[in-house]
């Protein structure tokens, strides 16, 4: 079965840090771009970030901008969402995705999901 993991959720006091990783099963990442999502219960699943197969990336979202990052390590086959500068409103199930290149940000351009993992920010 083609699906991502992530890993590297859990809770986290405001300002803190987070790393979350993104690795596959069942596909080879270095093929596909890498996109990171969030939803929060009763709302749309939001695009945050996406990192094309070359490395390049492309923000979606004004509310994580200079304080998430995303990375690729294709010889791991992983790819990492670094979130700094926590705060409350951060909170949501995380989830990576891949698709064949970085585009809008819509979930229909995005071909392969992982569960998500949760990321709880709170003192």
């Known amino acids: 079965q083609r699906q991502l993991v992530e890993s590297g959720g859990g809770r986290v006091q405001p300002g803190g840090s987070l790393r979350l990783s993104c690795t596959p099963s069942g596909i080879t990442m270095d093929y596909y771009a890498i996109g990171w999502f969030r939803q929060v219960p009763g709302k749309e699943r939001e695009g945050l970030l996406c990192?094309?197969?070359?490395?390049?990336?492309?923000n979606y979202a004004d509310s994580v901008k200079g304080r998430f990052t995303i990375s690729r390590d294709n010889a791991k086959n992983t790819v990492h969402l670094q979130m700094n500068s926590l705060k409350p409103e951060d909170t949501a199930v995380y989830f990576c995705a891949a698709a064949a290149l970085c585009e809008g940000g819509r979930i229909s351009e995005f071909d392969y999901w992982g569960q998500g993992t949760q990321v709880t920010v709170s003192s």
């Open positions: 990192i094309s197969r070359g490395g390049a990336s492309i």
